[in-house]
């Protein structure tokens, strides 16, 4: 559409006037640099999803290197979509490249202020350097502009959020918000793991078992699960139980 838009205005430009006129040689010349810059542009744009879209295949793959590579290589095109440095900021977080992870976040919320997902990224990223306050802040702008927190990624950033708390030895707000989720999702593995951990370590072991096994009921595949019940099962004196776990 912007391409004819502007072929058309600079066709418009020629009137019966002489001087005008002489606008006339140019028009050509004006409709193929226009044209040009067009087919630049939209050449761009092509190559910068084709690598979006391989980033984004990577990731579901969870093939890392992949995900890094093809990120900076669509970037390399433009920033046609805010998302691809979420992803390349992803990619730079797993390689504990925390200053690479960070400025690629801020990239996407300079262009999307909005963006949860940046949002979310920032404040793991200040969790793991420390930076309490600044990372409590962005899990809060993601759950303020996360549209429902109903939804599992929503559940997410909660979790995310106790499990600051916690790191801050703040256990009384970590305790509420995976309380909060359970309310929300019963079956929440990643909130009913972290219950149990209270729970053990309060020692309500009765407690503990059914928390971690709603967990690995939910997801066997929690690996975190799966040792701390082996753990508590020691404490209860079940070796068996322990080592199958």
Not at 27 to 56: E, G, S, W
Not at 165 to 170: A, D, E, L
Not at 223 to 243: C, G, R, T, W
Request: contains cysteine; proline residues 3%.
């Amino acid at each position: 559409m912007l391409m004819y838009t502007l072929g058309g205005l600079i066709l418009t430009q020629k009137t019966a006037r002489p001087l005008a006129n002489r606008l006339a040689y140019f028009i050509p010349l004006l409709i193929f640099l226009q044209a040009a810059m067009a087919t630049v542009l939209c050449y761009k744009q092509i190559r910068f999803d084709q690598h979006y879209v391989n980033a984004l295949i990577a990731e579901d793959n969870n093939d890392w290197a992949t995900v890094g590579t093809e990120a900076y290589a669509g970037l390399s095109y433009g920033a046609f979509r805010p998302h691809l440095w979420v992803i390349a900021g992803r990619s730079t977080e797993r390689d504990q490249r925390y200053d690479e992870s960070e400025k690629a976040y801020k990239n996407a919320l300079n262009l999307a202020p909005n963006n949860w997902h940046a949002h979310n990224g920032l404040g793991i990223i200040y969790k793991r350097t420390e930076k309490f306050k600044e990372s409590l802040m962005h899990y809060h702008e993601a759950l303020k502009y996360f549209p429902g927190e109903t939804n599992s990624d929503g559940l997410k950033i909660r979790t995310n959020i106790g499990a600051l708390y916690k790191s801050m030895g703040n256990l009384a707000a970590a305790e509420q918000e995976y309380r909060q989720i359970l309310r929300i999702q019963p079956s929440n593995s990643g909130a009913n793991n972290n219950m149990a951990n209270f729970y053990k370590t309060r020692g309500q072991l009765d407690s503990a078992l059914v928390a971690y096994q709603t967990a690995l009921k939910t997801d066997s595949t929690q690996v975190q699960a799966h040792f701390n019940i082996a753990d508590l099962y020691l404490k209860m004196k079940d070796p068996e139980s322990a080592l199958h776990h």
